[in-house]
C-alpha cells in the first residue's frame, strides 16, 4: 500500500510557510553579512592601510580598544554598497515576475495553451486542469507548455492560486497517459496549495541579487584591464606606477567581487536545495492523497527514470527555477548537496510503501511506453459537454455519494482534495454545455458570459437587462440571451465554476476596462432593486478577481477579538442565505455563535436582514487576519449552514466566497 499524507491543516501549514520565509531570509541576511565582510577586508587592506587612522577611528580605538582594522566609515560604505546593490538587483528580478507565474514560464521559453484548442495532448492537460481547479476550488491557472523541451517535467509558479500557471514540457505531454498526467498536475496543485509559490519566486529573486554581486565583480574587472591600458600611455614613471597600482587594486576588487558572489550563490543554491526536497515528499504525498492512484505518479517517475532525456531541461535559465520543477531540471554536482530533489527511486518507493524493483520498473516502463493518448484523448469531461443536464448530474450525486460533508468536516477540506472532489470536478465541468464553455476561451465571450449569469429568470426582468447589454450592441444581448437559454441545462451548482473560467481570460485587460465591466454587471443587478445571495457573490466573485491589487494585503490581526463586528455581519448573511425566516436564520446564528464563545455574539441581535455593502467589508478585514483566525471564522460559517441540516445554492456560493476571499481553497459543495 502506498503511504499517504496526513490530512493537512491548511491554516497552520499557510502561517507556518510565513515563519519559513522569514528563516530563509534571517539564512540570506548571513550571507549578506559574511559577503560584506570579506569584500571590506579587500577594500581596506587596498585603501585604508595606506592613510593613518582618522580622528574618529582614534576615538574609537582610544575608548573601546577597537583594533586599527575596524574602519567604521568604510565599512558603512561598503555594506551599504553592497546591499543597494543586492537589493535593487532583487527587486529588478521579482518586478519582472510581477505577472505571476505567466512571467516565470515566459522566462523558460512557455507558449500558453489557448482554451479552444483542439490539438489532443493539449485538450487533454487543460482537462485535468479545469477539473482540479474545479475540485480544490482555486482560479483556473494558466497552462503553458515548453514545446522544445523532450524531458519529462512540469512546474507551477505565481505568488497567489489567483496568478498560478501550470506548465507542462512536450515531453510529459506525449510521454504520459492520462493517470500519470493527472498525478502530476497534482503534485502541481500541492504546491499551489501548500503556500510553496510565493516562496519560490522570492528565492529566486533574492537568489538573482546575490549573483548581481558577481556580475558587477565582472564589470569591475573589465574595467581594471581599461584603467591598465590607459596606464601604459602615462610619460611620468611615478604616474604609471599609482596607475598600475590602482588598476591591480580595482582587479583584485573585482576578483573578490566575483569569488564571494558566486560563494554567496553556491550557499543560496545549498539552502534552496534542502527546502526543495522535503516540498517535494510533501507535494508527492499530497498527489496521491488527492487522487488516491499511487500508481499514477510512480508511473510518471518511472518513466522519467527510464526516458532518454529523463527530466532534464536545455533551456539556459533552468537553473534559475530549478527548484519548481516536478523533476530534477539541470544536472547537479554533488547531488547530495546541490540537487533540488530527492532520489527518483526513494521517491518511488515512499509513494508505493515499499523498497524500488528496478528490474520491475525497466519492464513497467517498456509495456507502457508510447501510450500517452490511447486511454484517454480528450478524457472524460471534454466528450460529457453534450450529455443530458440529467445524466451529469447523477455523475456528480455519484461522485458524491461516498464523501460525508458535515459542519466539522469543513475546516479540514479547505486545502485537501479527495478522490470524491475530482470526480464531483469532473462532473461540475460535465455539465457546462459546450457553447457556455467555449465563450469563456476569449475576453469579449466572457464578458457576455458574465452578463448571462445574471439575466434574470423572470421574462420581462431579463427583458430589460437585455435592453441595457443593447447599449454595448444587439449581438451582444443576442449572444447573452443564446447563452442564458444554453445554460439553462447546466446543473446550477456549476454557476461559481463558470464565473471562474470566464473571468481567467479578463485578467489581462486593462484596469479601465475591467472597471466597466464590474460596473455593468452591477448594473444589471441593480434592475430589478433587490439583490440575490447568488448575484453578491458573483458580483463580489468578478470584482475580487479583476480589481484587486497584485499584493494581498498585510496581516494586520491575529486574533479574532478586534473583528467581532465583522465576524458578526458575515454570520448573519450566512443566516439569511438558507431562509427568509427570522426564527430560523436565530438558530442558525446561534449554531455559528457558539463556535467563537470569546466573541460574545449575542443571539438575539441576529434578526436583522444582512447588508451586503457591510458585508464585503467584514470580508476584506478578515481576509486581513491571520489563517489561523480565517480557519475559525470558516469554521463558524460551515456551522451556521449546516444548522438545519440542509445546504442550499446560496448557502453553497455564500460559503465559497468567503473562501475565495480569504485564500482558502474550498472544494465545491454538492448543495441540495
Not at 491557472?141 to 497567489?160: C, D, K, R, T, W
Not at 471562474?500 to 452591477?522: F, G, S, T
Amino acid at each position: 500500500m502506498a503511504k499517504t499524507a496526513p490530512v493537512m491543516n491548511f491554516f497552520e501549514h499557510q502561517d507556518r510557510a510565513r515563519r519559513k520565509t522569514g528563516r530563509l531570509i534571517l539564512l540570506f541576511v548571513v550571507t549578506y553579512v559574511l559577503m560584506t565582510a570579506a569584500v571590506y577586508v579587500v577594500v581596506y587592506a587596498g585603501l585604508v592601510w595606506k592613510f593613518p587612522p582618522s580622528p574618529f577611528q582614534q576615538r574609537l580605538m582610544h575608548d573601546y580598544g577597537l583594533p586599527v582594522w575596524i574602519a567604521p566609515e568604510m565599512l558603512g560604505i561598503v555594506a551599504g554598497s553592497m546591499l543597494a546593490v543586492v537589493a535593487i538587483a532583487s527587486l529588478v528580478r521579482v518586478g519582472t515576475l510581477r505577472q505571476g507565474g505567466s512571467a516565470v514560464a515566459k522566462i523558460l521559453g512557455g507558449t500558453p495553451v489557448p482554451p479552444e484548442t483542439r490539438d489532443p495532448h493539449k485538450r487533454r492537460l487543460l482537462n485535468i486542469v479545469e477539473e482540479m481547479a474545479i475540485a480544490s476550488g482555486v482560479p483556473m491557472p494558466q497552462v503553458f507548455v515548453l514545446e522544445s523541451e523532450n524531458g519529462i517535467n512540469a512546474f507551477a509558479a505565481g505568488y497567489e492560486p489567483a496568478d498560478a500557471a501550470v506548465t507542462v514540457t512536450r515531453g510529459a505531454l506525449v510521454n504520459l497517459n492520462r493517470e500519470e498526467l493527472q498525478g502530476v498536475i497534482a503534485h502541481e496543485f500541492s504546491h499551489i496549495l501548500n503556500g510553496d509559490m510565493r516562496l519560490n519566486i522570492r528565492l529566486m529573486g533574492v537568489l538573482f541579487g546575490i549573483l548581481a554581486i558577481a556580475l558587477l565583480g565582472r564589470l569591475v574587472t573589465r574595467f581594471s584591464f581599461d584603467a591598465s591600458r590607459i596606464s601604459t600611455r602615462v610619460d611620468d614613471a611615478r604616474g604609471k606606477l599609482a596607475g598600475a597600482g590602482a588598476s591591480l587594486f580595482v582587479f583584485v576588487l573585482g576578483l573578490t567581487l566575483i569569488v564571494v558572489g558566486y560563494i554567496g550563490v553556491l550557499m543560496g543554491r545549498i539552502i534552496k536545495a534542502a527546502v526543495s526536497r522535503q516540498r517535494e515528499f510533501l507535494a508527492d504525498a499530497s498527489a496521491v492523497q488527492f487522487t488516491r492512484n499511487p500508481d499514477g505518479l510512480a508511473g510518471a517517475l518511472r518513466k522519467i527514470m527510464h526516458a532518454p532525456s529523463g527530466s532534464l531541461i536545455g533551456n539556459v535559465e533552468a537553473e534559475e527555477v530549478s527548484h519548481m520543477f516536478f523533476g530534477q531540471g539541470v544536472k547537479s554536482f554533488l547531488p547530495s548537496i546541490f540537487s533540488t530533489h530527492p532520489p527518483l527511486a526513494e521517491r518511488i518507493a515512499r509513494i508505493e510503501g515499499r523498497p524500488y524493483d528496478a528490474k520491475a520498473a525497466a519492464e513497467d516502463a517498456r509495456l507502457h511506453a508510447g501510450s500517452a493518448v490511447r486511454d484517454d484523448a480528450l478524457g472524460f469531461a471534454a466528450q460529457a459537454h453534450d450529455e443530458p443536464g440529467a445524466a451529469v448530474s447523477r455523475a456528480i450525486h455519484e461522485a458524491v455519494a461516498p464523501m460525508r460533508v458535515d459542519a466539522a468536516s469543513v475546516k479540514t477540506r479547505v486545502g485537501n482534495l479527495g478522490l470524491a472532489d475530482l470526480g464531483i470536478g469532473a462532473a461540475i465541468r460535465a455539465t457546462i454545455p459546450r457553447e457556455v464553455h467555449d465563450s469563456s476561451s476569449y475576453p469579449a465571450g466572457s464578458k457576455i458570459l458574465l452578463a448571462a449569469l445574471l439575466l434574470d429568470a423572470d421574462e420581462s426582468q431579463r427583458e430589460n437587462q437585455l435592453r441595457l447589454l443593447a447599449m454595448q450592441g444587439e449581438s451582444v444581448a443576442r449572444t447573452a440571451d443564446a447563452v442564458f437559454n444554453a445554460m439553462a441545462k447546466m446543473d446550477p451548482r456549476a454557476r461559481i465554476s463558470v464565473a471562474e473560467l470566464a473571468l481567467r481570460a479578463l485578467n489581462k485587460l486593462p484596469y479601465e476596462e475591467k472597471q466597466a465591466l464590474v460596473d455593468r454587471l452591477r448594473a444589471l443587478i441593480d434592475m430589478d432593486g433587490r439583490v440575490t445571495f447568488s448575484e453578491f457573490c458573483l458580483h463580489w466573485l468578478a470584482r475580487h478577481r479583476l480589481l484587486r491589487l497584485d499584493e494581498p494585503p498585510p496581516v494586520h490581526d491575529r486574533r479574532l477579538k478586534p473583528l467581532r463586528d465583522d465576524v458578526r455581519a458575515v454570520l448573519l448573511a450566512l443566516a439569511f442565505a438558507g431562509t427568509d425566516s427570522a426564527d430560523a436564520a436565530r438558530d442558525a446564528y446561534a449554531n455559528g455563535a457558539a463556535r467563537l464563545p470569546e466573541l460574545d455574539l449575542a443571539p438575539e441581535d441576529a434578526i436583522e436582514q444582512p447588508d451586503f455593502g457591510r458585508l464585503e467589508t467584514a470580508m476584506e478585514r478578515v481576509g486581513c487576519a491571520t489563517f489561523a483566525v480565517r480557519g475559525q471564522v470558516i469554521d463558524a460559517a460551515a456551522h451556521v449552514i449546516f444548522a438545519d441540516r440542509v445546504v442550499t445554492i446560496a448557502e453553497s456560493d455564500m460559503i465559497r466566497a468567503l473562501a475565495i476571499a480569504w485564500d482558502c481553497p474550498l472544494p465545491p459543495f454538492v448543495a441540495e
